[in-house]
């Protein structure tokens, strides 16, 4: 059980309370966040630097300002790493884009090695494209469940064994490890926001 926590500590001042993560710029962008499923991903092959704008313009909502989201080196990395394949003539199949959308949402929390045994494992158990849609559902409904107005746990395990459970786990808990990370970034973000603007210094709680 997580230890209980006592009041506020007294000060001179009153403390103004710090907002809600869910009140902010960032959760409202968070909570419109779409990522294209496999039949909206653009059917024509895309050149390099349509393949990366297409991505920044589509998880913008993901990251803080000074965050990078994708750049040609990464991707060449990605294919160098042999976590995405190699492009064909100089372009990109709707597939690299849907391996991209997740390799870039997943990296917010897992390393390009995990990353891979978490694509292979889904694309030797379903089609691409259900793997796909499946992980973008559950990627918006752990957001949504974090960052709404009444946060609330993403989805729990199912934790079957018929077949396929094992894999459906995988993206949920992948899918909340990222939705969590997200939130606590957030959360620290607006700490540093208001501390610079001297509000909430005062009135930390501490364990009881």
């Known amino acids: 059980m997580l230890p209980r926590y006592g009041t506020q500590k007294r000060t001179n001042r009153k403390a103004r ?19 294209p499923r496999y039949g909206e991903i653009p059917r024509i092959d895309l050149y390099m630097d349509q393949l990366v704008g297409f991505l920044e313009d589509t998880l913008a909502p993901l990251y803080q300002p000074d965050e990078k989201i994708i750049t040609r080196s990464m ?42 045994l978490l694509i292979r494992r889904q694309i030797a158990t379903f089609d691409t494209g259900v ?10 409904a752990a957001v949504r469940a974090l960052f709404g107005a009444r946060p609330a746990s993403p989805q729990g395990l199912a934790s079957g ?10 993206v949920l808990a992948s899918t909340a490890a990222v939705a969590y990370t997200l939130h606590i970034k957030a959360s620290v973000a607006l700490i540093q926001e208001e501390s610079a603007a001297g509000i909430g210094s005062q009135g930390v709680a501490g364990p009881a």
Do not use: W
């Open 17 to 35: 309370p710090m907002k809600d993560v869910s009140a902010t710029p960032y959760a409202q962008r968070l909570l419109e966040l779409h990522l």
């Open 75 to 116: 991707v060449n990395n990605y294919v160098k790493q042999g976590v995405l394949a190699a492009a064909t003539g100089k372009k990109y199949t709707r597939a690299h884009v849907a391996y991209l959308v997740v390799i870039c949402t997943l990296k917010q929390k897992f390393s390009l090695s995990e990353i891979n």
């Open 131 to 140: 793997a796909y849609d499946y992980y973008c559902d559950a990627f918006e």
């Open 161 to 170: 064994d018929a077949p396929g459970d094992f894999e459906r786990d995988l």
